[in-house]
């Protein structure tokens, strides 16, 4: 009998993506978070969209449902109040855009967050960086996926508008609350718009039903190969997606005006061992996006849509004119008869490396690489636009035939303009050698160390116009130059301690001033790894703590202009008449521009972290991180300068200083039980809380409105004390500058005690728009083939201050045609009819309360949410069966994303970036998916 003892796989030996290369996952002890890649696939465009909730320290976004839309995304919050807060993105270790790649290429998705995991990058990783590494071969039979979703996309929220009746009680209401004794719309007008006799001089148009409709179709395709042998490996893969927008287009037969978006994808990996020592990678990708949309505006046909009252105007009259007015846009004009816009993009990326493992004649655990790539990209934006004559009826004549303005109120034509409205584009080379070592000694000690070089370059092939020299500048190679290392020992994988550095530099600097050096170390305790830990590993399985320390820069400061340390000069000041009274001539005058600043450098932040990491019983896995971020040197404009000093410009200096601080931590629990149930639950908690430390402002006379010692983009406003319930409450409370005040309206706390409330009285209220807490949970169940799985995201500590008209019932010229309000706001503001103190809305006017739309409590809404994001159930067949039709598996589902919102706040969709609700929404999807294996 023959005893063969094979290496028990266990966590110790798993390899984890980090700065410039892999560790062992023991060996870790900057702060990553990494993320299976299967909990980020969804039937969605862009990548980033799906990131919400899903990893710890992450957050993220979406602020518009649009086809082809990006969510906002930050590291451990904002960091900074400089120009770039965003982390860098990092595919296959080149910085490129996350969303142009798709979720079925994808191996390993993580981000590095502290100065250990970021020191390498120097200048470009004070806010954290993503690394994505994309699939490649390996050695099997050819091995066939094809992923097929087909779906319904929906919004998530419309705003409900007032409707007909609703409207015209309100206003009737609102002029007998003004001491009006006519109605502004008569009885006879209001049967005649609510009966629909003649819709087209009595209007009754829902305008956001008729602009939006309730559901668009998306599918997405995705085919991929994967294979190989000893010598050769590759991956190929291609996919498809289309999203259809929401818009309530009509079909001319002609071209399109929906806003949709689609994106075609190629990734090939191949990897050739030319020696046993030796391997060559290529990776080619491509991808090609076209986004079309109306020809008018998209923000205009949404304020329009929100605007235009349901008896304005129709969508069209009935003999086929175009129907406008003179003091809104009609959205239906502007969507379906304006023509429509593409924007095109290609990229075309590229990597070849050589890798040499020196381990058989050298020293064992050394190895040297070499890798360039080249990306091209180019982006192109064609308008096919139409201006058409549109008229406003005003009457019939005596035949019945509608009766239109002497002119059109908007001119124009019926042919179709064709217009560039801009192309764009860029090369990019990224070059990097490095040399890596790696081995163990005595059993005991384990060494590894990196040394880099790196170059990247990013020329615009479509600098601009010459417009103050912008070309010029434009024109001008973006560089980045420098070396990178890493050192790391451990001693029985229980004491690890690693050091990082960056050297590099960026051409935006002075020559002096371009290099920076940024260190980092972090030291690491397995605990569990002590042999006197050995009882107690029965319940507690991994622990292991660590700490890092170090500094890293940040280039993208700003500043409205490249080279910051040039002095420009202003060419077009004002001047003078020269010459004699018959032949004079006008000379502009020259002034400074922006004044150089030698000295001009990079933001430096000053990273801490310490985190533990505990496992119970095996199966539950928990990890925390405290995290300091101390920003120093962000580039401002200087504000405490005299006007005495008689500059007519100010300086732009490194001088401005912000620290965030939080915390953020993951669970994962994994267990099968005996019947073959297999159950997984995650979640992860992410909290930051940033506050500026100094921005040159000058103190202010009440020294709570510096902006100085809060957050970053923190909201401010008055304090709402409720609404005034008497004309004598009004005389006896501090008197209100914002005009004029009546019973109804709302009343503001007297903050420094002065007898008056103006906008002294304004202060710090709630949070700003980004949260300052993120999270999300799921659990997912599998038995014998039937899968299950949900995941909820949700944010926390964010409010926003709405405002307009929407909310205050001012019409600004003819209430028939424009101040269109809430639902909501009809059935809830404070009348006479209805004076409760405790009004949800204050009282309206018929031009509007200026009082009323001052920024206060009144109007900060919470704008926290718990979202079921995804869900997905589904089926995989029998191997018995599907061996028998020659495929490896086969599974059938159905997925969800965004499906359920819980909020306090209901106008809209909270995520979505608005003030009164003039924005696309964001979607829902339920899709149905095919996955087959050969």
């Not at 993320?35 to 969209?49: E, H, M, N, R, W």
């Not at 509608?402 to 070059?431: C, D, H, M, W």
């Not at 003078?576 to 032949?583: D, F, L, P, R």
């Not at 019973?743 to 949070?767: A, E, F, L, Q, S």
């Amino acid at each position: 009998m023959t005893i063969k003892l094979v290496p028990a796989a266990n966590e110790l030996e798993e390899v984890v993506k980090v700065a410039y290369g892999t560790q062992r996952k023991a060996s870790v002890i900057g702060s990553i978070s990494s993320v299976d890649v299967k909990t980020i696939a969804a039937p969605i465009g862009q990548l980033s969209t799906g990131l919400a909730g899903k990893l710890a320290g992450v957050v993220a976004m979406q602020r518009s449902g649009e086809p082809g839309a990006s969510a906002e995304f930050w590291i451990r919050g904002v960091n900074t109040f400089g120009a770039n807060s965003t982390p860098l993105i990092l595919v296959d270790g080149v910085e490129r855009s996350m969303d142009l790649v798709d979720v079925e290429d994808i191996e390993s998705f993580s981000i590095l967050k502290d100065a250990t995991a970021t020191a390498l990058y120097g200048v470009r990783g004070a806010n954290g960086i993503v690394l994505i590494t994309t699939r490649r071969g390996e050695e099997s039979k050819p091995q066939i996926n094809i992923k097929v979703e087909t779906g319904l996309t929906s919004p998530t929220k419309l705003p409900e508008m007032a409707s007909t009746e609703q409207y015209i009680n309100f206003f009737n209401q609102l002029a007998t609350d003004e001491g009006r004794t006519d109605m502004l719309i008569s009885d006879y007008d209001k049967q005649m718009y609510l009966s629909g006799a003649d819709p087209d001089l009595y209007p009754s148009v829902d305008w956001v039903n008729e602009i939006f409709k309730n559901q668009a179709m998306t599918t997405k395709a995705n085919v991929n190969v994967t294979g190989g042998n000893k010598n050769v490996r590759y991956y190929v893969g291609g996919s498809y997606y289309f999203e259809d927008g929401i818009l309530n287009t009509v079909n001319n037969g002609v071209y399109s005006t929906q806003l949709n978006y689609q994106k075609f994808n190629f990734r090939s990996n191949v990897d050739i061992n030319v020696t046993k020592s030796t391997v060559l990678g290529v990776s080619l990708s491509t991808q090609f996006t076209v986004r079309n949309a109306p020809g008018g505006a998209l923000d205009a046909i949404l304020n329009a849509t929100m605007m235009n009252t349901p008896i304005a105007i129709p969508l069209i009259y009935s003999d086929g004119t175009l129907s406008d007015h003179e003091y809104a846009a009609n959205p239906y004009t502007d969507l379906n008869r304006k023509g429509y816009r593409t924007n095109s993009s290609n990229v075309a990326q590229s990597t070849i490396s050589l890798t040499q493992d020196f381990s058989d004649f050298v020293t064992e655990g050394l190895k040297a690489k070499v890798q360039a790539s080249w990306d091209a990209t180019s982006s192109t934006s064609l308008f096919r636009t139409i201006m058409p004559n549109t008229w406003f009826a005003t009457g019939r004549d005596e035949n019945g035939n509608l009766i239109f303005t002497e002119k059109p109120v908007a001119t124009g034509g019926n042919y179709i303009n064709v217009s560039n409205n801009g192309q764009s584009g860029a090369r990019v080379l990224n070059v990097e050698a490095s040399l890596n070592y790696e081995r163990q000694f005595a059993y005991a000690h384990r060494v590894s160390a990196m040394f880099l070089w790196n170059m990247r370059t990013r020329t615009n092939t479509n600098p601009g116009s010459d417009t103050y020299n912008s070309a010029y500048i434009n024109s001008h190679p973006y560089k980045t130059l420098g070396i990178a290392g890493r050192a790391t020992y451990s001693y029985k994988d229980r004491y690890f301690a690693e050091f990082n550095f960056g050297y590099n530099g960026s051409e935006n600097f002075a020559p002096g001033h371009r290099f920076g050096f940024f260190p980092s170390g972090a030291v690491g305790y397995m605990i569990s790894n002590e042999p006197w830990f050995e009882d107690a590993k029965k319940v507690v399985s991994h622990l292991k703590l660590k700490a890092s320390y170090g500094k890293i820069g940040n280039d993208q400061i700003g500043g409205g202009r490249r080279f910051a340390y040039n002095t420009t000069l202003n060419t077009g000041a004002s001047g003078a008449n020269w010459g004699s009274e018959t032949g004079s001539s006008y000379i502009n005058g020259t002034t400074y521009k922006t004044f150089g600043n030698p000295a001009v450098s990079w933001e430096e932040a000053t990273k801490f972290d310490t985190g533990i990491e505990i496992d119970f019983f095996n199966a539950l896995k928990i990890q925390a991180d405290y995290f300091y971020d101390m920003r120093d040197g962000i580039f401002l404009e200087r504000k405490s300068t005299p006007g005495a000093v008689g500059m007519n410009v100010t300086q732009f200096v490194n001088i401005g200083q912000m620290v965030n601080r939080g915390f953020d931590l993951s669970a994962q629990f994994d267990y099968t039980f005996a019947s073959g149930l297999s159950l997984s639950a995650r979640g992860n908690f992410t909290f930051n809380r940033n506050k500026v430390l100094y921005n040159d402002e000058p103190d202010q006379i009440w020294k709570y409105q510096n902006t100085v010692g809060f957050a970053h983009n923190q909201q401010r406003g008055l304090i709402a004390e409720g609404l005034f319930t008497s004309q004598e409450e009004i005389d006896n409370w501090p008197t209100q500058k914002f005009g004029d005040v009546r019973v109804g309206d709302i009343k503001y706390r007297d903050i420094n005690g002065d007898g008056i409330v103006d906008t002294y009285d304004m202060v710090k209220i709630g949070y700003s728009v980004i949260p300052e807490i993120t999270y999300g949970f799921g659990v997912s169940l599998n038995y014998k083939g039937f899968d299950a799985s949900v995941f909820f995201s949700g944010v926390d500590h964010v409010t926003r201050i709405i405002s307009g008209n929407n909310l205050f019932g001012g019409a600004t010229t003819s209430v028939r045609q424009e101040g269109q309000i809430f639902a909501d706001v009809a059935e809830k503001a404070w009348t006479t009819v209805n004076p409760d103190p405790n009004a949800v809305y204050p009282r309206q006017s018929l031009t509007g309360a200026n009082n009323n739309k001052q920024p206060s409590t009144f109007w900060q809404k919470d704008m926290s949410f718990l979202r079921l994001k995804n869900a997905e159930i589904g089926y995989t067949f029998p191997k018995k069966w599907t061996n028998k039709i020659k495929m490896k598996t086969l599974r059938v589902y159905v997925s969800g994303v965004n499906l359920l919102t819980f909020s306090q706040f209901k106008l809209w969709d909270p995520e979505v970036t608005a003030s009164n609700g003039n924005a696309y929404p964001t979607t829902r999807n339920v899709s149905i998916g095919l996955n087959v294996n050969f």
